[in-house]
Each structure stands twice: as C-alpha cells, then as structure tokens.
C-alpha cells in the first residue's frame, strides 16, 4: 500500500534539517509522494529545491507555491508578480497556500477584506494558468465560496486540513475542491470531522498531516499518514488498502486532470 501525504511542509526547518530520516520513516509506513506548499515569499526558494528529490522516472515531490493567509498584510504587488513568473517557470506547480483565516490572529473587517483579495488573485492566477489550488479555510467557507463564483475559478484542489461540518464539505466539493483529512483526526475529540469522514464518498477525500504542524504532544512528519488512513478504514469499517487505493486515486486526478 502507497499513500500521499498531500499537505506537508517538507522545507520547514523542523523537517528540513533532519528530512533524509523523515523521509525513510515515512517509507516504513508505506508514505512515498509528498505536496508541499510554500506559505510566503520567503520560503519559495526552499519548497523549490525539493524538487531535486525527484529522478527522471518518479516524482515523488509535487509543490505548491503562494502566500498563506496569515501572510498577505506584509505581501506587496511585486510578491504576486514574482508568484507568476515563478509558476511560470514550474509549470507542475500547483499554486497555495492560499485561502482565508477568519479565526486565528481574530483578524478585522479590513483585513478579511485584503485576504479575501489576495484569495481572488490567486484563484484568478490558478485559473489564468489552469492549476489546481491548496486551500486554507478556517470559518471562512461561505467567502470561500464567494470568491470561486467571484473569479469564474474551476481548476478543483483541496481544502486543506478540512475541520468544519458535513453541510461546509458540500459547499468545497460544490467548489471543485477535495476535502484534505488531517491530523486533527489523531484527536480523539474532533467529533465533526469523524461525522465528515463517514459522511463523504471516498472520492471525495485525500490524507495529508500539515507536518509539522498539528500536534499538540510533539513534530508531526508525514509518516503519520499512515495512522490517519487507519482511523478512515476504522470510522467506515472499511478495508486499509481500499483508503490506499481510493485515496491515491483522487490525488491521482488532481495531479493529472
């Protein structure tokens, strides 16, 4: 059994500097394609030279390159310019992080509004170039969804991380976006999300960590792909090689529409 950890930040320095063991861990647990998206400017240049990991006859690195929501109030127009020219370069590159966080940082009416912008210029930029998008959403799937009916956008993705209900997972997959189940599902407590995951068609779903990002008692990596997958087949009673193949299936699709 293979899986994709389809949302990971492999250039993050809490993976990077120590990614070859990561990586063979990962192995172990059957973990062998990784997306990574890039969050700023900043670390475009890191999430790019991932690309080296890959040979001739397997890629097993696809990136994402964009600004995170928490990040566009210092964005200016010449980081959208370089996004561009820079996507242009990487014609495989899916474009994100993007998206909108109207929790964290408990951002005001004015800056809703310049994520909201940012969210659009992306998804027009994604449509102009006919690449999928990451998507970040937290409390904020009705602007979600106004902004893709806004742009015309129809290139699909994933909604990231995804914790909100079964009702919100409509309205993404309505919006063209596969819905990203994550970590959040290794917490015993996050009832919604266990509601979505045997709720939702398995064509509609891909598995990723947000490595190395949410966990509370340590550095999340993606070998913890695995673990998620296990929760899946247990909450469907479903068999584990059929989330493996049904799973890679999808990131299948979106990788090769």
């Known amino acids: 059994m293979h899986f994709t950890d389809s949302h990971c930040h492999l250039a993050d320095p809490a993976l990077r500097d120590r990614l070859p063991d990561i990586l063979v861990q990962a192995a172990g647990q059957g973990v062998m394609r990784f997306i990574v ?7 475009w240049a890191d999430v790019v030279r991932l690309l080296a990991m890959n ?5 097993c690195v696809h990136i994402a390159l964009g600004i995170h929501p928490w990040f ?20 495989q590159a899916w474009v994100g992080e993007t ?10 009416e004015r800056q809703k509004q310049r994520q909201i912008d940012a969210f659009c210029r992306h998804l027009a930029l994604a449509q102009k170039l006919a690449r999928p998008v990451i998507v970040h ?3 904020a799937t009705a602007a979600i969804a106004d902004a893709v009916q806004q742009t015309g956008f129809t290139q699909g993705g994933i909604a990231h ?14 919006c063209g976006f596969k819905i990203g189940i994550g970590s959040l599902l290794l917490n015993p407590k996050a009832k919604k999300v266990r509601q979505v995951v045997r709720y939702l068609d398995l064509d509609d779903m891909v598995l990723e960590t947000d490595s190395p990002f949410m966990l509370c008692d340590g550095v999340n990596t993606p070998e913890n792909v695995r673990r998620i997958a296990e929760i899946v087949a247990d909450l469907r009673a479903a068999d584990l090689a059929e989330i493996a193949f049904k799973t890679e299936k999808t990131v299948e699709k979106i990788l090769k529409p």
Do not use: C, H, M
């Open 37 to 43: 998206p890039a969050t700023q400017r900043s670390d």
């Open 55 to 59: 040979t001739p006859s397997e890629q």
């Open 72 to 91: 566009v109030e210092a964005a200016t127009p010449w980081d959208f310019a370089g996004l561009e020219r820079l996507l242009l370069q990487y014609p």
């Open 99 to 108: 998206g909108l966080d109207f929790l964290v940082n408990r951002p005001s």
């Open 137 to 139: 959403n937290v409390k």
């Open 161 to 174: 991380a995804f914790s909100g209900s079964v009702e919100e997972a409509q309205i993404l997959l309505r």
